[in-house]
């Protein structure tokens, strides 16, 4: 290897120590051997021997530090680098600033250890020269050979992700980690395993040909040098803090110049020449010697026990190193940088595969003929020309697609375009919609069809003349030649029967039996009904909604009423035969609000009377949708259920459930029975409410277990939701309840829809994922679809590409809007094709990987045990970035931990899918939890499966109260808090306030009205609202943060050392779990792993 060079500031991963002088070295891994230290910690994140406790937690931390160093650094050997220098181009990973870090006294320059190169990483083959000019940070390794081809290779043995031996927690009761207890949360690992990954920050990320590799502690912008050990919070050591808050955004103006050496805070003694470096024979798990150390989250069989493959030796001076958490890559460093590059410019859709700004940065679209990444966003941009790169690859190729999402009130909703009784012009052969990338011939008397390749002719009333670039003179005033995303009116040829349809109607079905009524939920629901039905959703300037509505009450019988206009009171009728189903009346049953609102809110005020000395306890479920479809089929339109439900339906009926809730079928092979559906009724019963175009949207109310998993069946099959409020009490939930109900009823909704995905030869979709029904391979049946859902399609090669024509996808939504006019809504995207790998790699989405890779996991539960789930895509994850390293990266020392600049999350971001409740349950989540959850994300966008999987972390007291924009947001791992600070976590789902146990008394009373953190109410729902700037600042963001999600976050105020908190931690997910998943700096060391072994 070239000696010039610069060398990572600690020994590479994996590989012996060398020795520092005036130390003993035991012997290492069962072999003699001089050149490491003991391994003085336990397994990882287990406590550490040998560490002096704790003082009080909270010591608060100084401010973030690395700078230029002073003058005074110790000189270095020409050609090598100095500690921490970075080489020209490299971009700072978290936060800079102008204090100085002081290096431990006696540095020394460096000896002759092993180099590893700190180059950039451009990402086709190339020999070795001088250090190129981006950010690479690489993780150094013992030996790696990359020669060979890939073949995939099991997974060690010992290295599945269950629940850690030594933690407490195994038995339901938690043990006091991280911050506040004993056990740090980021603890380093064995010498044995993956010494460690640093990260570089990358220049912007349309920066081409670049990859993100890692090295301990060297490399990527200002580097980390090596640490004092994993520093227990609270505890100082001499020099600058450990913990860097990386929320301090670094003026870019203040970049330093190549060449500037950095100092840091103080590591070990730099290494000294060792003449025994390459000793010991590499095993395969890159560890040495014939003992085997210990697995990620493997505890030690008994606390601060050492770790195998290492005897005691004499007391060292030096704690152990650490691998620093601000070197390995950051979600939150990617997500400002691509704010800052991308996020002032317009993304303008014009040029063909552009990779668009991520989901987390606020941009203007501007649509020139490729729809908006609103609608689509794909996992990779540029796709392979061939199905032997595609799997030799092995990233997915799918697309998310989102048919009818809001869009920002800056950019306007598509075109919609009338071709009269002639209709839309399509393709003779494939059915393809005209879209801007036909192409007109013979003087545009006919146009060839891009997606297949017939020549069609043109009507005579469509025709128009071509330009002298062979584009038709119209081209720009036709939404359907000039843009990406655009409506067609369908005609009557597109419609049911043959006849157009009639508006479409709500029924609203209320669960009356004892639970419901005596929670108030019945009371508070029908007092909201009577002014949210002034909210119906309404077409363009329509002074009033064209739907109808009706009313349902039901117990183990079903109460239907007649409010027809003429009527001085509602009538009541009773069907009690629940096993054949019939709708009793159908005039009076749908009607118009305007016409009927006396009668409406009359019947609104008595149902509570009606009710409220029911003694009746059992419900039934499938004859209450069975009831609400035929209705809809008697009046000849579609529409929307909304059902409020309390209990399992365990009433003689069909579709009666028992309970069969069961925690020792989880990790066993039968956990999957939990996720399927108990009885076929429902998906019968789903068939039957697609045809009619009835949708079905579920709120449940439960107090104890309902099986979500069979209730949810008809919402998922039909385009529903389904929302859930376990033990609900109306002064708690009303707030979240009455806002999820405000939204659901006024968001604009597509009935009767059906949706097809066509492309262009060579490939095609094979698969889907989302909440609808299929009967065949290609369509897409959905009853209802809103803004709000997804469907994502997987695409294989059936032929070829061509680099040069690229790839075209083309989605068409056929649905009967709100006004009941019948419409196709069609988005089409142009990709690029490549015929070499780091294009493909160059060109990826990691939110939307993350997206697909969740779905698809989520589904495989119903068939496969959870374990070969979560191996599976660990598999998949090690194998995409062990095909860039080996294919696309140059070379470089053999045990770099390479990853693409696009996919530098993938890691963190696949291991928070692993953690999360479906793939690894904590004792504390319940059947029907993960059954919510599970169906929740199958239809989730882009920007919901982001924050869902990686929660946003807000610190409240650390910018200006007078500053009007979102505070940056940190790392969730809990070394990030401070206790003398607030923070706000949110997941979109859930909304924490994080209380510090230091926080000065002053921010509790503006915040809180109370006098001291000790009278802060634990759980608390709702924060006073006070007059001063914290509150109105705090209550403000709240209120925008809320806003931006599609459901109601229900916030919880949780206080430092209460047991609430154990809750919070669950969201810190860079942290271990307390079910066993993997810290973020254990799960890279064991994707490396997996890569080496793919690799070897």
């Keep these: 290897m070239n000696v010039n060079q610069s060398a990572p500031p600690v020994p590479p991963y994996g590989q012996p120590q ?155 009761s938690f043990p006091n980690s991280g911050l506040y207890g004993s056990c740090p949360q980021g603890q380093a690992p064995p010498l044995s395993q993956a010494q460690g990954h640093s990260g570089a920050q990358p220049p912007q990320r349309s920066a081409p040909q670049q990859a993100s590799s890692f090295t301990p502690q060297a490399s990527g912008g200002p580097r980390m040098p090596s640490m004092t050990g994993p520093l227990l919070p609270g505890q100082s050591f001499g020099g600058p803090p450990l913990n860097q808050p990386n ?130 966003r794909c996992t990779s941009y540029n796709i392979p020309c061939t199905s032997d790169m595609a799997k030799q690859a092995q ?234 479809m035929e209705a809809l089929k008697a009046a000849e339109c579609a529409g929307k259920l909304f059902i409020f439900h309390t209990s399992l339906p365990i009433a003689e009926a069909p579709g009666k459930l028992k309970n069969r809730d069961d925690r020792k079928l989880i990790n066993t092979d039968k956990e999957k029975t939990l996720f399927q559906p108990q009885t076929g009724a429902y998906q019968a019963l789903a068939k039957e409410c697609v045809a009619q175009g009835c949708c079905v949207d579920l709120f449940l109310f439960p107090n104890q277990y309902v099986d979500v998993a069979t209730l949810s069946v008809v919402p998922q099959l039909t385009g529903g939701s389904v929302y859930k409020y376990a033990c609900f009490q109306v002064e708690n939930d009303q707030e979240r309840f009455m806002s999820d109900l405000r939204r659901d009823v006024e968001k604009v909704v597509g009935f009767d829809a059906v949706m097809r995905v066509r492309t262009s030869t060579g490939i095609r979709a094979v698969d889907f994922f989302g909440a609808f029904y299929m009967s065949n391979t290609t369509d897409v049946e959905l009853a209802g679809l809103d803004g709000e859902k997804t469907v994502t399609v997987e695409f294989k090669h059936d032929d070829r590409l061509n680099e040069e024509s690229g790839a075209l996808l083309q989605c068409a939504l056929l649905y009967t809007s709100c006004a009941g006019q019948r419409r196709l809504r069609i988005h089409n995207l142009a990709l690029n094709c490549c015929t070499q790998l780091a294009d493909l790699y160059r060109n990826c989405e990691t939110d939307t990987l993350i ?85 929740l994300v199958t239809s989730m966008d882009v920007a919901e499966t982001n924050v869902f999987f990686y929660p946003r972390l807000l610190p409240l007291t650390k910018s200006p109260i007078e500053s009007t924009t979102e505070p940056p947001a940190i790392r969730a791992s809990e070394e990030r808090l401070s206790n003398g600070d607030i923070y706000l976590l949110e997941n979109g789902l859930n909304l924490f306030i994080w209380v510090g146990a230091g926080v000065q008394q002053g921010v509790v009373q503006s915040l809180f009205n109370v006098s001291s953190f000790s009278q802060i109410t634990s759980g608390l729902s709702v924060l006073p609202v006070l007059d001063n700037p914290l509150s109105k600042k705090v209550r403000g963001l709240i209120d925008s943060l809320r806003a931006q999600r599609s459901r109601y976050m229900k916030l919880i105020v949780v206080k430092q050392e209460d047991k609430l908190e154990m809750l919070f931690k669950h969201f810190l997910v860079e942290d271990k779990s307390l079910s066993g998943g993997a810290s973020y700096v254990d799960f890279l060391c064991h994707m490396h792993k997996e890569i080496r072994q793919l690799l070897s």
């Design 395 to 628: 990233v997915p190729l799918a697309a998310v697609i989102k048919p009818l999402a809001r869009l920002p009130p800056e950019e306007a909703s598509p075109y919609v375009v009338d071709h009269g009784e002639s209709g839309p012009l399509r393709c003779n052969r494939c059915k393809a919609y005209m879209c801007p990338f036909m192409q007109f011939v013979e003087g545009g008397r006919r146009f060839q069809c891009c997606f297949c390749s017939c020549i069609n002719d043109v009507p005579p009333q469509y025709f128009q003349h071509l330009d002298h670039t062979g584009k038709r003179v119209d081209a720009y005033d036709r939404p359907e030649l000039s843009l990406g995303s655009y409506e067609f009116l369908a005609t009557v040829d597109y419609c049911k029967n043959n006849k157009f349809p009639s508006p479409p109607a709500f029924i609203f079905m209320i669960d009356v039996s004892y639970n419901a009524i005596r929670s108030g939920l019945v009371r508070l629901l029908c007092e909201e009904l009577k002014s949210l039905l002034d909210f119906l959703p309404r077409e363009g300037g329509a002074e009033e909604s064209a739907i109808r509505v009706g009313f349902v009450t039901y117990n183990k019988v079903l109460h239907f009423y007649n409010v027809k206009s003429s009527l001085a009171q509602p009538q009541m009728m009773v069907v009690s035969d629940v096993a054949d189903m019939f709708v009793p009346l159908l005039d009076g049953f749908l009607v118009s609000v305007s016409e009927s609102r006396a009668v409406i809110i009359s019947l609104l005020d008595q149902i509570p009377e009606m009710f409220a000395d029911t003694r009746e306890t059992e419900t039934v479920f499938a004859p209450v949708i069975q009831a609400g």
């Design 851 to 935: 997206n697909y890779m969740a779905k698809f996991a989520y589904r495989g539960v119903l068939n496969s045990p959870v374990k070969t789930v979560r191996d599976t895509l660990i598999t998949q994850c090690a194998q995409i970035l062990a095909c860039y390293r080996k294919n696309c990266a140059s070379p470089s020392s053999a045990g770099q931990l390479i990853l693409p600049e696009c996919m530098k999350l993938l890691p963190v971001y696949l291991n928070c899918v692993l953690k999360s409740d479906v793939l690894q349950p904590g004792a504390e989540v319940t059947t029907d939890d993960r059954a919510y959850v599970r169906q």
């Design 247 to 376: 929320h301090v955004s670094s003026p870019p103006s203040q970049a330093l110049h190549p060449g500037t050496q950095m100092a840091g805070p103080p590591g070990p003694p730099p290494p000294m020449h060792s003449s025994q470096q390459q000793g010991y024979q590499l095993q395969q798990n890159g560890s040495f010697g014939p003992t085997r150390g210990p697995q990620p989250n493997y505890g030690s069989p008994y606390p601060g026990a050492p770790a195998f493959g290492s005897q005691p030796g004499p007391p060292q001076s030096l704690p152990p190193k650490r691998l620093d958490p601000d070197a390995i890559p950051s979600p939150i460093q990617v997500i400002e940088d691509d704010r800052n590059n991308r996020g002032s410019e317009p993304f303008v859709t014009g040029v063909r595969g552009q990779v668009p700004p991520l989901v987390t940065t606020n941009f203007l679209v501007k649509d020139q003929g490729n729809a908006s990444p609103r609608y689509i």
């Design 18 to 172: 060398p020795v520092y002088p005036g130390y003993h070295q035991s012997s290492y891994g069962g072999q003699p051997g001089s050149t490491a230290p003991p391994n003085t910690y336990g397994a990882y994140n287990g406590p550490v021997p040998g560490y002096q406790q704790t003082p009080p937690p909270g010591v608060s931390r100084a401010p973030p530090s690395s700078g230029v160093p002073p003058a005074s650094t110790a000189q270095v050997p020409c050609g090598q680098g100095g500690y921490g220098q970075f080489g020209q181009g490299d971009v700072q990973n978290g936060p800079s600033s102008t204090v100085q870090m002081q290096r431990l006294p006696g540095s020394q320059p460096f000896g002759s250890a092993p180099l590893a190169p700190v180059v950039s990483q451009p990402a086709v083959l190339q020999p070795y020269g001088p250090p190129p000019t981006s950010a690479q940070v690489t993780a150094q390794m013992a030996g790696m050979q990359i020669s060979g081809s890939v073949t995939p290779a099991p997974p060690p043995s010992g290295l599945g992700y269950g629940p850690p031996t030594s933690l407490a927690s195994a038995s339901g």
